[in-house]
């Protein structure tokens, strides 16, 4: 599906196909905030579908641009290796904000739709959600067991289709993902021990992406 986009403070209509970077170019005398909307009735996402294009001067983006990259390497120092600690925090964090509608406070989740987080807890559902559960090892004689870290990141980030596990892999950063891991493998009961870093999360989603890119 083609989707046309309309800025009509510039004059300029452009299509947007998904997949395809696009681009266009104006030129803007004042600055300010410049605001469009989708120009064709695509589906129904169309009223949620706003353009907003902030201009500035040339000084002010080179600030702009500076404070963003150093805030990124900032980011991305703090979170090259965490402490045990840090991740248990963040975790408890994250998977209260994230997480907890669904597994629930005692990490527990409801009966016959979403799994328990603790080994050794008996839990039964349909064939289609205990056989997922069971083919990335968290799943076995009727009751959960703790399947390997790379498959509990993986469900973390791709979720399990067909089932209530919704991906999190667009929504949360590595080390979000990260510190859930090692909270859910410390926490209710578990204590494996395990520490997940932000690098792991990582190389998994790297491996994912390459996967569904087609590449050899």
């Keep these: 599906?083609?989707?046309s986009w309309w800025v009509p403070s510039f004059g300029v209509k452009q299509d947007a196909v998904p997949g395809f970077l696009r681009e266009t170019w104006v030129k803007i005398e004042e600055p300010g905030v410049y605001r469009g909307q989708c120009a064709e009735l695509c589906g129904v996402g169309h009223a949620y579908m706003p353009i907003v294009v902030k201009a500035i001067s040339k000084p002010d983006f080179e600030q702009?641009?500076?404070?963003?990259k150093n805030s990124e390497a900032k980011v991305a120092a703090e979170e090259e290796s965490l402490s045990r600690e840090d991740l248990m925090a963040r975790g408890k964090q994250a998977y209260e904000t994230y997480c907890l509608t669904c597994h629930q406070t005692n990490g527990q989740g409801m009966p016959g739709a979403v799994p328990p987080l603790t080994a050794g807890q008996p839990f039964e559902a349909t064939p289609q959600l205990t056989e997922a559960l069971a083919q990335r090892g968290f799943y076995r004689d009727g009751k959960i067991v703790l399947g390997s870290i790379a498959q509990h990141i993986h469900i973390v980030l791709n979720g399990i289709p067909g089932t209530p596990m919704m991906p999190f892999g667009s929504q949360l950063s590595d080390?979000?993902?990260?510190?859930?891991?090692t909270y859910e493998r410390n926490s209710f009961g578990n204590d494996t021990g395990d520490v997940v870093q932000p690098d792991d999360v990582h190389e998994a989603r790297s491996e994912h992406n390459h996967e569904n890119s087609g590449e050899e």
Excluded: P, S, T
């Design 175 to 181: 080390a979000d993902i990260a510190a859930i891991v």
């Design 1 to 3: 599906m083609i989707h």
């Design 64 to 68: 702009w641009l500076a404070e963003a």
